[in-house]
């Protein structure tokens, strides 16, 4: 079975330490994605990785970084975790090419920064 | 305004009810429609996909496509409680740089036993 895990289902961080949310893949998949998904607002594109070293900017980079060392491994960094990037952390991957049939996402990392 | 538009509901119904679930979107160019639904505490999940317009049916859930009237649809036949999630309709353009999806932000539905 296809899996994509994340370290972490839950974290407490305290207001600017700089945090790591770690995710693996086991597909091979050349695509990797960071979302926020908060109440009312849906899913938000952080960044994303087409390829080992490369990143994208998304729709709300500001506040994060991220590190692809590996094909299997996308790494978001909250260089100074502040209390408005408490949210649902969902990380996602896709093969390449043009095929249309979306993502597999894990389960999740519930991050509250207090 | 956003590219897709999904209702947020919450949606509530008796179970063996036909559910319909809806978005609209704006870019034209978005040719490949797909459909995730997310339990509570959990990660989205593809339930299904289609390509341009028209109809997909698998079970007891069809989705359609209206590409003239920007409009895509989820029913859902004889509802049941475990059916009770999060819907969220997704789609993106067929090739280049945007390999990304946008996302719809989901319908909360609740199938009553």
């Known amino acids: 079975d296809v899996k994509v895990t994340q370290s972490s289902r839950y974290l407490v961080k305290r207001t600017g330490e700089k945090v790591f949310l770690e995710c693996v893949q086991d597909?091979?998949?050349?695509?990797m994605f960071w979302y926020r998904q908060d109440p009312g607002l849906g899913l938000r594109l952080i960044y994303f990785?087409?390829?080992?070293?490369?990143?994208e900017k998304g729709d709300i980079p500001e506040g994060y970084s991220v590190s692809r060392e590996k094909k299997e491994r996308f790494s978001l960094i909250l260089e100074s975790a502040s209390t408005n990037q408490t949210s649902m952390y969902l990380c996602?991957?896709?093969?390449?090419?043009?095929?249309?049939?979306?993502?597999?996402f894990g389960s999740g990392t519930r991050l509250t920064v207090v | 305004q956003k590219e897709v538009e999904q209702d947020p509901g919450p949606l509530s119904v008796p179970e063996g009810a036909i559910v319909s679930l809806n978005c609209t979107y704006s870019?034209?160019?978005?040719?490949?429609f797909m459909w995730y639904r997310q339990y509570s505490r959990k990660g989205p999940e593809l339930l299904m996909y289609?390509?341009?317009?028209g109809n997909k049916e698998d079970g007891r859930f069809t989705a359609q496509v209206d590409k003239s009237s920007k409009y895509i649809s989820l029913f859902i036949r004889d509802s049941q409680p475990s059916d009770s999630a999060t819907y969220l309709c997704?789609?993106?353009?067929?090739?280049?740089?945007?390999?990304?999806?946008?996302f719809g932000s989901g319908t909360q539905l609740t199938v009553l036993p």
């Open positions: 996602a991957s896709s093969s390449g090419g043009t095929g249309g049939y979306g993502y597999t």
């Open positions: 597909m091979d998949h050349e695509n």
């Open positions: 990785s087409y390829d080992v070293k490369m990143k």
């Open positions: 870019n034209s160019a978005f040719q490949y």
């Open positions: 289609t390509y341009s317009s």
């Open positions: 997704a789609m993106r353009r067929p090739s280049g740089s945007a390999r990304q999806l946008t």
